[in-house]
């Protein structure tokens, strides 16, 4: 059972993982907690925006769209490595996902295959929206795979989590599709590596 960090801790967290961190308005406030709570929280969760152009994507991923209201994470990581902080709290990001998944998330066990969809995921991780067109020819550069990587980490070391501990939505919600470009099993050794 993790409480989430403080705002306070999560851009402190980031910043002494190396990251450069851009805050957006006052996204310590900024929120879905109304609709339901935030927490306990059990892992972090990576998707890509399906947007190009870094200004555009973190006003999408602040403001939302019509039907998803924002903010639709906590993190924008923009192409160029930085991380854009859009909101805290409890974000349209994760939706329903897989039960199963989420216990082997909290158990740092190997991953099951996502077949439904009956369990509230924005309430249970942090979420990292990334910039990319998501169609497998949009590409990621270091320096962007590098930022995931470091704010994933910054995440894990808090709360004493694993590189288990990070999937990504095509691993938690059926039909799901990203990150698409590169792989989370991937991303997970990378984690894993600066973990130790």
Not at 30 to 54: A, D, E, L, Q, Y
Request: hydrophobic fraction near 35%; proline fraction near 6%.
């Amino acid at each position: 059972m993790a409480p989430p960090m403080s705002a306070g801790s999560f851009l402190d967290r980031l910043k002494a993982e190396g990251l450069t961190v851009v805050e957006v308005g006052d996204w310590e406030h900024h929120n879905r907690n109304h609709k339901g709570p935030w927490g306990p929280v059990h892992g972090v969760m990576i998707h890509h925006t399906v947007t190009s152009g870094s200004q555009r994507t973190v006003e999408i991923c602040r403001d939302g769209y019509s039907g998803l209201p924002g903010p639709l994470c906590h993190g924008v990581i923009t192409k160029d490595g930085r991380v854009h902080l859009v909101g805290y709290g409890r974000s349209n990001h994760a939706g329903l996902g897989d039960d199963d998944v989420l216990r082997a998330v909290i158990a740092e066990a190997a991953l099951p295959a996502d077949n439904e969809a009956n369990t509230d995921g924005n309430r249970h991780f942090y979420g990292f929206e990334c910039e990319n067109l998501g169609d497998g020819r949009d590409p990621w550069p270091e320096a962007q795979l590098d930022a995931i990587e470091r704010a994933a980490a910054a995440i894990c070391r808090h709360h004493g989590w694993t590189e288990r501990s990070v999937i990504g939505h095509l691993e938690w919600q059926p039909g799901k599709i990203d990150p698409r470009g590169f792989t989370m099993a991937s991303m997970r050794e990378r984690i894993r590596a600066r973990l130790e």
